[in-house]
C-alpha cells in the first residue's frame, strides 16, 4: 500500500513501521517492469510470526556529552534521547495462525540555537545616530535630513510601535552592530513519538493464505520559533495511521493470485505561540489600531509578516491542518507457462487531501515591506509606519479534493535460453484531476480574448468573493461546462500507455551479465498541482505598492497600509495561479546499460550507464 503524501507528491515519512518489524527492504531505481507505476520503488514487507515464540527489548541513549559546540553559542546545545521498545511473535494455533508486534517509544529532548537580526535598542528608539554611512530622510516632511540621524519620539509611528514590542524581542547583545545576528538563544525542544505495529497471518490451507498488518503512530513536536520570546514555540502533531489485508491463493501449481487493499492516511497539524496559546494575531492588529483587516479571520495562530532589509523577519505563516487519505486495492495475478511467466494486474486508489487556503505568509494579517526607500534606512522606515509595499490576502474556506487513480499492467518474463532473458510489458495510467469539495476551484482560459475566469459549477458561483469580482472588472466569469470542461477544470489524459523493456545477457558463461532496459513512466500529478487552482476566487488578494500622493509625502502609512477601491487607485489584484487545463500528463523516459563480471578473490565489478528525461513537467507556483 503506498504511503504517497497526497498533498504534497512526497512520502508520509512518518507512515514507516518500527525497525525492528521490517523483514525486507527492496529498492528498484532502474528498469523498473510494468508491475511498477514509477521509474523507482522502494518496497518494505514485514516480519510474520513463527511456531516458535520470539521477542526483543531495546533502549537505545544518546547524551549531548559527545557533542561539539556551535560557533555562536556559549556552550553544547543540551540533548538527551531516548528510545526503547520491543517486539514479540509466535503462534496463536499452530502451523495455522501467527501473530507479530511492536511498540516502540522515543522521548528526544534538545537544545536549539536561535540566531537572528533584530532592531537595537537604539533604533527602536528612533535613534540612528551611529549609521554615519547613512543620512536619513523625513519623507513626510521634504526629504529633509533627520537631525543627529534620530527620529524625535513624537514621530514614531503608534502602529509601528505596537507591532515591534510585540513581535520583535530585544537583542541579546548590546551596540548597534548588526552585521552579525544579535540574538541568541538556546532554548528547548521536544519529540515524542509512540508507535505499535501488528500483524496477523493465516493460513486456510495449503492454497490459501492471508495476513492483516496495522500500524499507527501519534507525533508531538516542539521547537522554538526564531522569535522565541515573542511567538514562542511552534508546536506539531501527526497521527499517521496504516491498514493492509492481503489474500494469497494458488489457484493451481503454475497460477498465483494477490489480492491486497488497504488504507494510508495522516492528519498533521502546525500551530505556535507563547506558553502553548495560540497566537492571536487578529487581536493583536485591533490593538495597534491596524486597519483594512477583516473582522472574520480564520481560527488559530497568525502573524503579520513583517519583513525588514538586513534583519530578520516575522513571516510564520498561520496555523495549518493538513491530511492525506489513500484508500487502495490493488491485484496481481502471476501465470507460469513454460518459458514465459505472464503477469497482469490492475491498481485502483481514492486519494484525499485537505488543506488550508494560503497565499503568502501574511495572508489575512497582511504582508509589509521595508527596504529604505522613504527614510534610507529600512528600520527607520518601519518606525514612521511607511511600507515600500504590503500585501493583504482575504482568505476563503479550506480545500477538500479528491480524485480515484486507475492503473493497468501485462508483463512476460521470457526465458529464451539459458544465457539471455527477456523483460517486456506495458502499463496503463489514468489520473484524472482531484475534484474540490469546498468548490474553491478556478481556472483562467488564455485562449479566449482578454481573458476569462472558469468556475466549476453553478454552486461554485455562489462563494465568489465580491472583491474578487470587483477586481477582475469586466473579464468574463463561466462555468465549466460552458468551454467543455469537466467540473474538475483539467481535462483528464487518457493516453498513458507505457512500454517497458529490459534483458540480462550472458554472452561468456555465468561470470559475466549485461542488463539492460528502456521505459517510460507517468508521473503522477498529486495536490500540489491540485493546490494551483484553489482558493483563488473565494479569496481577495491584492498587492499595494506604496507612491508619493499629490503633496509629495507616501501615499501608504500605519495605520492604513492598504489603499481602498481596486485598479490605478486601490490594490493590484493577485491571480497569480492557474494550470494548463488540457496539458498532457508528464512522463519519464529512463533507459540504461550495465556490465557485471565476478573476479577473483569474491571481488566483483560493475560499470553502469543510466539516464533519464522528464516531458511535459507542470510548474506549481
Not at 273 to 296: C, E, H, Y
Not at 585 to 597: A, G, I, M, R, V
Amino acid at each position: 500500500i503506498s504511503n504517497i503524501n497526497v498533498r504534497s507528491n512526497g512520502v508520509l515519512r512518518e507512515m514507516f513501521p518500527s525497525a525492528d518489524t521490517v523483514d525486507e527492504v527492496r529498492v528498484s531505481a532502474t528498469n523498473n517492469s510494468a508491475e511498477f507505476a514509477q521509474a523507482g520503488d522502494i518496497t518494505v514487507t514485514s516480519k510474520s510470526g513463527t511456531n516458535a515464540f520470539h521477542g526483543t527489548g531495546y533502549w537505545y541513549h544518546q547524551n549531548c556529552a559527545f557533542y561539539s559546540r556551535d560557533f555562536f553559542a556559549a556552550r553544547t546545545p543540551f540533548k538527551v534521547s531516548n528510545d526503547y521498545g520491543f517486539t514479540a511473535g509466535g503462534p496463536v494455533i499452530k502451523n495455522k495462525t501467527f501473530f507479530f508486534g511492536a511498540y516502540e517509544s522515543l522521548k528526544f529532548r534538545a537544545q536549539r540555537v536561535i540566531n537572528a537580526t533584530v532592531p537595537t535598542a537604539n533604533f527602536r528608539a528612533g535613534n540612528f545616530s551611529s549609521l554615519s554611512a547613512i543620512a536619513l530622510r523625513d519623507p513626510l516632511n521634504g526629504n529633509v535630513p533627520f537631525a543627529g540621524n534620530i527620529i524625535p519620539a513624537s514621530r514614531i509611528n503608534s502602529t509601528s510601535k505596537g507591532l515591534m514590542d510585540a513581535l520583535f524581542p530585544n537583542p541579546t547583545r548590546s551596540g548597534d552592530n548588526v552585521a552579525s545576528p544579535n540574538y541568541s538563544l538556546l532554548r528547548g525542544a521536544s519529540n515524542d513519538n509512540e508507535q505499535f505495529d501488528v500483524r496477523v497471518d493465516h493460513n486456510f490451507s495449503v492454497s490459501h493464505r492471508i495476513f492483516g498488518r496495522y500500524s499507527q503512530k501519534d507525533i508531538s513536536g516542539k521547537s522554538p520559533k526564531t522569535f522565541y520570546d515573542t511567538t514562542g514555540d511552534n508546536v506539531s502533531s501527526a497521527n499517521p495511521k496504516n491498514v493492509v489485508g492481503a489474500w494469497n491463493w494458488i489457484v493451481t501449481p503454475n497460477l498465483l493470485n494477490e489480492l491486497r487493499g488497504g488504507l494510508a492516511m495522516q492528519d498533521s497539524r502546525n500551530t505556535f505561540g507563547v506558553n502553548g496559546k495560540t497566537f492571536d494575531g487578529p487581536a493583536l492588529m485591533r490593538q495597534v489600531g491596524m486597519q483594512g483587516i477583516r473582522s472574520d479571520p480564520p481560527a488559530g495562530s497568525q502573524i503579520p509578516a513583517i519583513s525588514i532589509n538586513a534583519f530578520t523577519g516575522t513571516g510564520e505563516g498561520r496555523e495549518s491542518l493538513v491530511r492525506s487519505r489513500n484508500i487502495q486495492f490493488a491485484d496481481n495475478l502471476t501465470w507460469i507457462k513454460g518459458r514465459h511467466t505472464y503477469k497482469f494486474g490492475a491498481d485502483i486508489r481514492r486519494l484525499r487531501t485537505t488543506d488550508i487556503t494560503s497565499f503568502t505568509s501574511g495572508d489575512d494579517m497582511g504582508t509589509y515591506g521595508f527596504n529604505g526607500q522613504y527614510t534610507g534606512y529600512g528600520v527607520a522606515d518601519f518606525g514612521l509606519g511607511i511600507a515600500n509595499q504590503t500585501n493583504i490576502a482575504n482568505t476563503g474556506k479550506d480545500v477538500d479534493g479528491v480524485t480515484y487513480h486507475y492503473g493497468f499492467y501485462a508483463q512476460d518474463d521470457f526465458k529464451v535460453s539459458n544465457k539471455l532473458t527477456l523483460n517486456y510489458g506495458v502499463r496503463y495510467e489514468v489520473h484524472p484531476m482531484f475534484f474540490d469539495n469546498a468548490l474553491t476551484t478556478s481556472q483562467f482560459d488564455r485562449a479566449f480574448p482578454g481573458g476569462r475566469v472558469v468556475l466549476a459549477n453553478e454552486e461554485a458561483r455562489k462563494f465568489t468573493a465580491p472583491t474578487f469580482l470587483a477586481s477582475i472588472g469586466n473579464t468574463p466569469v463561466v462555468l465549466a461546462k460552458d468551454v467543455g470542461l469537466p467540473e474538475r477544470l483539467r481535462k483528464t489524459d487518457f493516453n498513458n500507455f507505457t512500454p517497458r523493456f529490459g534483458f540480462a545477457w550472458r554472452p561468456l558463461g555465468n561470470k559475466a551479465v549485461i542488463r539492460g532496459g528502456y521505459g517510460i513512466f507517468t508521473s503522477t500529478i498529486l495536490g500540489s498541482v491540485f493546490y494551483t487552482i484553489t482558493g483563488i476566487h473565494v479569496s481577495d488578494v491584492r498587492t499595494f505598492p506604496n507612491a508619493l500622493g499629490a503633496n509629495g509625502v507616501p501615499e501608504l502609512i500605519f495605520p492604513r497600509p492598504f489603499r481602498t477601491g481596486l485598479g490605478a487607485s486601490g490594490g493590484r489584484p493577485d491571480f497569480r495561479r492557474a494550470t494548463q487545463f488540457d496539458g498532457a500528463d508528464p512522463y519519464t523516459q529512463q533507459w540504461s546499460l550495465t556490465f557485471e563480471q565476478d573476479l577473483p578473490f569474491r571481488a566483483g565489478l560493475r560499470i553502469s550507464y543510466s539516464r533519464s528525461k522528464a516531458i511535459k513537467l507542470f510548474r506549481s507556483p
